[in-house]
């Protein structure tokens, strides 16, 4: 029964006072009854039946004490309430302070971390990072002290909070050359300013008069490597307080996520100057592969990568750079090629997160698909043994990257299909023209020479002298054809797009060669034009001088390159034969090849050819060519102008 009556006293303690009054108030009557039952039992047993003289005193008192018994034990049992009753509000008012206080600084913090993280360069995440240990736990100052990497020592990079006279006690003393090792693999984190932390050795007396008793360390990490430390300095000599405490880990972590962030940004935007830098200059395919690979590694400092290329006509990938995946039995390069294969397959970019004990030794890996104009034509693959070094966070430069990364291989493919193009076109050119030209002269040398043989043998000396200028007439023309071949390789190598300069030179070294007078006009006097207008332009001029040189039997040329506003007009005129027979017949005075060839050539560039000729009435060709659908000009002084086909002699 105590058992029981103590269990239900203990169970009404543990309720709120207002309902321990509602329950005493119906408990405490029957209390009062017994307790004036015990009353008047004393009276009429002890008192009354003696009869004592003070008997109705002694009444007063018993009756006096049970009263007072029963009031001071039901104000006791209030007061005892109320007191803890108290005690727990002002525990509470004391908690929700607290609670105020870590919400204000946890505001405070966030607000930091916001700054921090917008910020454009370390300077500024350093500069806030430093002021933010007196703002959030109330630090007496605080350094930010980064390592040296040439010289592995301390170096003093912003300071807050110190005084002048321990601010400069503190440089020089870090410029006395303070290993950093130390401070590099320190886990202690904590010091007092009597202990041998290098922080303190040497300025611990300048410390005291600032008032400093201890420290606190913050390690900024970058990717496992530490890269500085933010001290907070504090005037008690126990430091911060747990709570305190963790705030700063806090903004150690806050700090060197933006500084990890930066550096890696700053890496990415490297790898993508690097990117755009490689596909300006002309390499080959391999070497562009190779020089983007290795941005895209740098810029993700990832262990691996590769670049592979799909060969649809053989349906067969092709590696055309890689690094960091071993031979191609390896289960690192099947791994990548394997995760290449399916962002080609999905066309999207996709990033995978493996275990430590992965057997190709990658904890994070991305595959994007190379697109050009719609088509997927390869894949990039990075891969780093950090789990978070590949991260969705990093889609969107991934793909700004690959995007850029496709564009310059598919130029650069395009680049060299051309040149092949080109290549096989100027074979064809030259195998044409020898055709047409050198191997008929020296076909027709060979008929002379053997014609001058049978002459001297029947010892007709005479008539094999009349030969001989012929043959020296053919030889000239033969040297002509290969110098023109030359000249017209070293027409397609050299810079073409100084259209004006390009054929003043070329026919003042015409006339040289031929004899002809040659009158050159360019309107205007300085013309630079796209390469590829400027290219076909001068194989037309090249085509229809030599035309002259070889048919026309003329005396005088004239080329004509104007520009009246969006068209581009080259004009040649001599005052030669004319065509005798059909333009584009074989017998005429050119070639069918020779007038096709020039009309292609108009035609490709988006212009139109024209002849105008007459037997002994000289030959007009122009070409022209509208500018508006090419890259715009660079035109000096442009005039208009424009001359009349050349009268014939006499």
Known sequence: MPK?????????????????????????????????????????TVIRPRELPYGWWLEVLVYSVTGSVVVWWGITYIARNAAQQAETEQELRRAFAQLEDSHKKLLALDRLGQYIASAPNEDEVYKVAVQAPTELVGAKAATLVTFDEEQLTLNLAMAWGLSNEYAQAFREHLDTGVAAERCRTCNTLHAHVDGDCPLFVGVADV?????????????????QERIGILTAYFPSADGPKEEQAHLLNILGGVIAFAVDSLRTRERQMEALHSLDSASRNQKSLSELASQTLQAAILGWKAQAGAIFLYEPSLDQWVC?????????????????????????????????????????????????????????????FLGTKRPQGLNPQHADLLQTFGHQIALALRNTQLSHELQQTAMLRERYRLAREFHDGLAQTLGYLGLQIDRVARLLEKEQYTKAEQVLPEIRQAVRSAYMDVREAIEGLRLRWEDPSRLAENLANYTEDFAYQTGIEVCFQAQPEELTVPPEVALQLLRIAQEALTNVRKHARATQVEVQLTLEGETLEL?????GIGFTGAIDHSESRTSGFGLTSMRERAESIGGRLSVMTGPDRGAVIIATVPMASHLPLDVVDAAPGATSPIPKEG
Request: hydrophobic content about 50%; aromatic content about 6%; charged content about 15%.
């Open 4 to 44: 029981k009556l103590a269990g239900l006293w203990a169970h009404l303690r543990q309720q709120p006072l207002h309902q321990q009054l509602r329950l005493l108030r119906w408990n405490a009557p029957l209390l009062v009854v017994a307790m004036a039952a015990l009353h008047q039992l004393f009276v009429e």
């Open 207 to 223: 410390a005291r008069q600032d008032g400093v008793e201890s420290l606190m360390c913050l390690p900024i990490h970058t990717e």
């Open 320 to 380: 055309l750079s890689q690094e960091g995946l071993g031979a191609l039995t390896s289960k690192r390069f099947s791994f990548a090629q394997q995760l290449a294969q399916d962002a080609f397959s999905e066309r999207s970019l996709i990033i995978r997160t493996m275990p430590p004990d992965a057997p190709h030794g990658l904890q994070s890996a991305a595959a994007l698909p190379l697109i050009s104009e719609g088509e997927a034509f390869g894949a990039l």
């Open 571 to 575: 004009r040649i005129a001599d005052n």
